[in-house]
């Protein structure tokens, strides 16, 4: 074994040893390894002094991302939570800055809409066609000049610079070689190659104008709306400056004191008025005087109709019949009348097109109802009673009045209806008159006399001495009305004559006693134009009076 153990030694010497020393590495690694998470931290730390920042970066820029990425796709609620402590306040105060410039713009612009100057700058909008927002934001944001620079066209040097006090030292140098290397890339790009270039530029929050001149150009760095004015004063400025650039003892202390920004700003000012607000005064008269024309005409318009709409609401509150519930509608337009209404009232749409002009859409929006109001039952009573001509109603607090004349049967028959009329309390016909029908009359009076007529006797004292001449009289009176109701109803009328005695005597005396009455009779009468008959065979019995009569003999019907 000993041999063996030499042997492999002798021909594997050199391996094994590399062998055991790899061996060795390894296991030096892995104890490295194994302690690596323990000097992560310090060995991160270590990497972030000098340069090695950057480096660290760099290079765990795309590992962070990915794993950020993969982390949100699979555990996107974990990411929330996490970040929410963080993004929370965030977003609310952005929400909250945010909502704070809102309210101030708002304000603002609320505030210069309700004066003569929003109406001024609302109507340059309109003329201009830029919106009223920019026309208010030009108009109240003031501006102001941070910078000036002078700069030679040739060689991009800066000849003079102004800046506010208030500002810090920027870089000349640096600022008029970007200037120049722009506008020279403007005119070589999009320019015609001599005279065109860098104009203005926006640069953060700056406006910035370059000026072109001869042998230098002016640069100026803005904030907010500067006005039109400005511009013509700055080439007034340079203009000062190229009549001075051949001097040789001009330097650029005397180059800024011909950029002052004070004088500059003075000089802007003074011709603000004179270029603006001349040729715009008539415009904002004329739109102030129809705006208020417009006001006057929509209120005068409006009270007009608030007049009709409490005429008509006037009118239909005393409307018999009816229950208003609203008067609705568009002013000029369109009425609606909204309510119950009885079938009974009187129609509503006549009365109210007079109130109304034609144009007007009339809308009745009407529901049925029983109503007691007199007027409306004055106007079934009518209806279910039929009045006839000679009779007029009146009703109160739901009493009818009938006055005039009618007939019994209908004054009969009108208080058996009377209880059906809806509304109706109590019917009075206290000073309604019964008339009668004048053939009815007649018929009625031929009765009466033709039934008291045999009746009636004319007594005598002795054989034909009458004992009362009236009793004659009333005799003859009644026979004439007979006759003369014969003639109008025209019946045929017969009257016989006889006479009476009484039993002392005898009886061919009181035969001849009666006769002669008889007689005695029928010539008082034909005295008086009147004809009667006597029969003396006629066998009447005796009546036991001292008497003469009449009989009357009806031959025809009394109705024809």
Request: with cysteine; charged share 25%.
């Amino acid at each position: 074994m000993g041999e063996h153990q030499r042997l492999k030694e002798l021909l594997l010497g050199e391996e094994l040893a590399e062998l055991n020393a790899q061996a060795e590495r390894v296991a030096a690694l892995e104890a490295t390894q194994a302690e690596l998470p323990k000097q992560l931290p310090a060995l991160l730390q270590r990497a972030q002094r000098g340069n090695g920042r950057r480096r660290l970066a760099q290079a765990l820029a795309a590992p962070v991302a990915d794993a950020l990425g993969a982390a949100v796709a699979s555990q996107r609620q974990h990411i929330v939570d996490a970040l929410f402590p963080v993004i929370g306040p965030a977003i609310r105060k952005a929400i909250a800055e945010a909502l704070r410039d809102f309210t101030e713009n708002f304000n603002r612009a609320l505030e210069s809409s309700l004066t003569l100057r929003g109406l001024r700058w609302r109507f340059e909008s309109w003329r201009t066609g830029i919106p009223y927002a920019q026309v208010v934001l030009r108009h109240s944001l003031r501006y102001r000049i941070d910078h000036l620079f002078l700069i030679d066209r040739e060689n991009g040097l800066v000849l003079a610079r102004v800046s506010a006090p208030d500002l810090p030292d920027l870089d000349a140098d640096a600022i008029a070689g970007m200037l120049t290397a722009i506008g020279d890339f403007v005119r070589d790009s999009v320019g015609d190659g001599e005279g065109g270039g860098l104009d203005a530029a926006s640069l953060g929050e700056h406006l910035v104008w370059v000026l072109p001149g001869p042998r230098a150009n002016l640069a100026a760095f803005l904030r907010g709306a500067p006005p039109a004015e400005l511009r013509a004063v700055l080439y007034g400025c340079l203009e000062q400056i190229h009549q001075r650039l051949d001097d040789s003892a001009l330097d650029s202390a005397a180059l800024a004191e011909v950029i002052k920004l004070d004088s500059i700003d003075a000089a802007a000012a003074a011709q603000a008025p004179t270029s603006a607000s001349s040729p715009r005064r008539w415009p904002l008269l004329v739109l102030v005087f129809l705006l208020f024309g417009s006001l006057v005409w929509w209120q005068w318009r409006e009270w007009a109709w608030q007049q009709r709409i409490e005429a008509i609401t006037a009118v239909l509150a005393n409307w018999p019949g009816l229950h208003l519930d609203r008067i609705d509608g568009r002013a000029g337009r369109e009425v609606r009348v909204v309510g119950l209404v009885d079938a009974d009232a009187e129609p509503l749409e006549p009365t109210l097109r007079t109130l109304l002009p034609s144009e007007v859409d009339l809308q009745l929006l009407l529901r049925g109802f029983v109503s007691t109001d007199d007027p409306v039952v004055l106007q079934r009573v009518r209806r279910e009673l039929d009045l006839p001509s000679g009779v007029q109603a009146s009703v109160h607090s739901g009493v009818a009045s009938l006055q005039g004349s009618a007939d019994a049967a209908w004054i009969a028959q009108a208080k058996l209806r009377a209880e059906r009329v809806v509304g109706l309390v109590a019917l009075d016909t206290s000073l309604l008159q019964v008339s009668v029908d004048p053939a009815e009359a007649l018929r009625a009076e031929w009765q009466r006399l033709s039934t008291m007529l045999p009746d009636l006797r004319v007594h005598f004292v002795r054989e034909l001495e009458p004992r009362d001449p009236a009793e004659l009289q009333h005799v003859v009176t009644v026979v004439q009305r007979l006759v003369a109701l014969a003639s109008e109803l025209r019946r045929p009328l017969q009257l016989q004559c006889f006479g009476h005695n009484d039993e002392p005597g005898s009886a061919k005396k009181n035969r001849e006693l009666r006769y002669r009455r008889a007689q005695w009779l029928c010539e008082r009468l034909r005295e008086a134009d009147v004809v009667a008959s006597f029969n003396p065979a006629t066998n009447r019995p005796a009546a036991d009076v001292r008497a003469a009569s009449l009989w009357l003999d009806v031959t025809a019907p009394e109705e024809e």
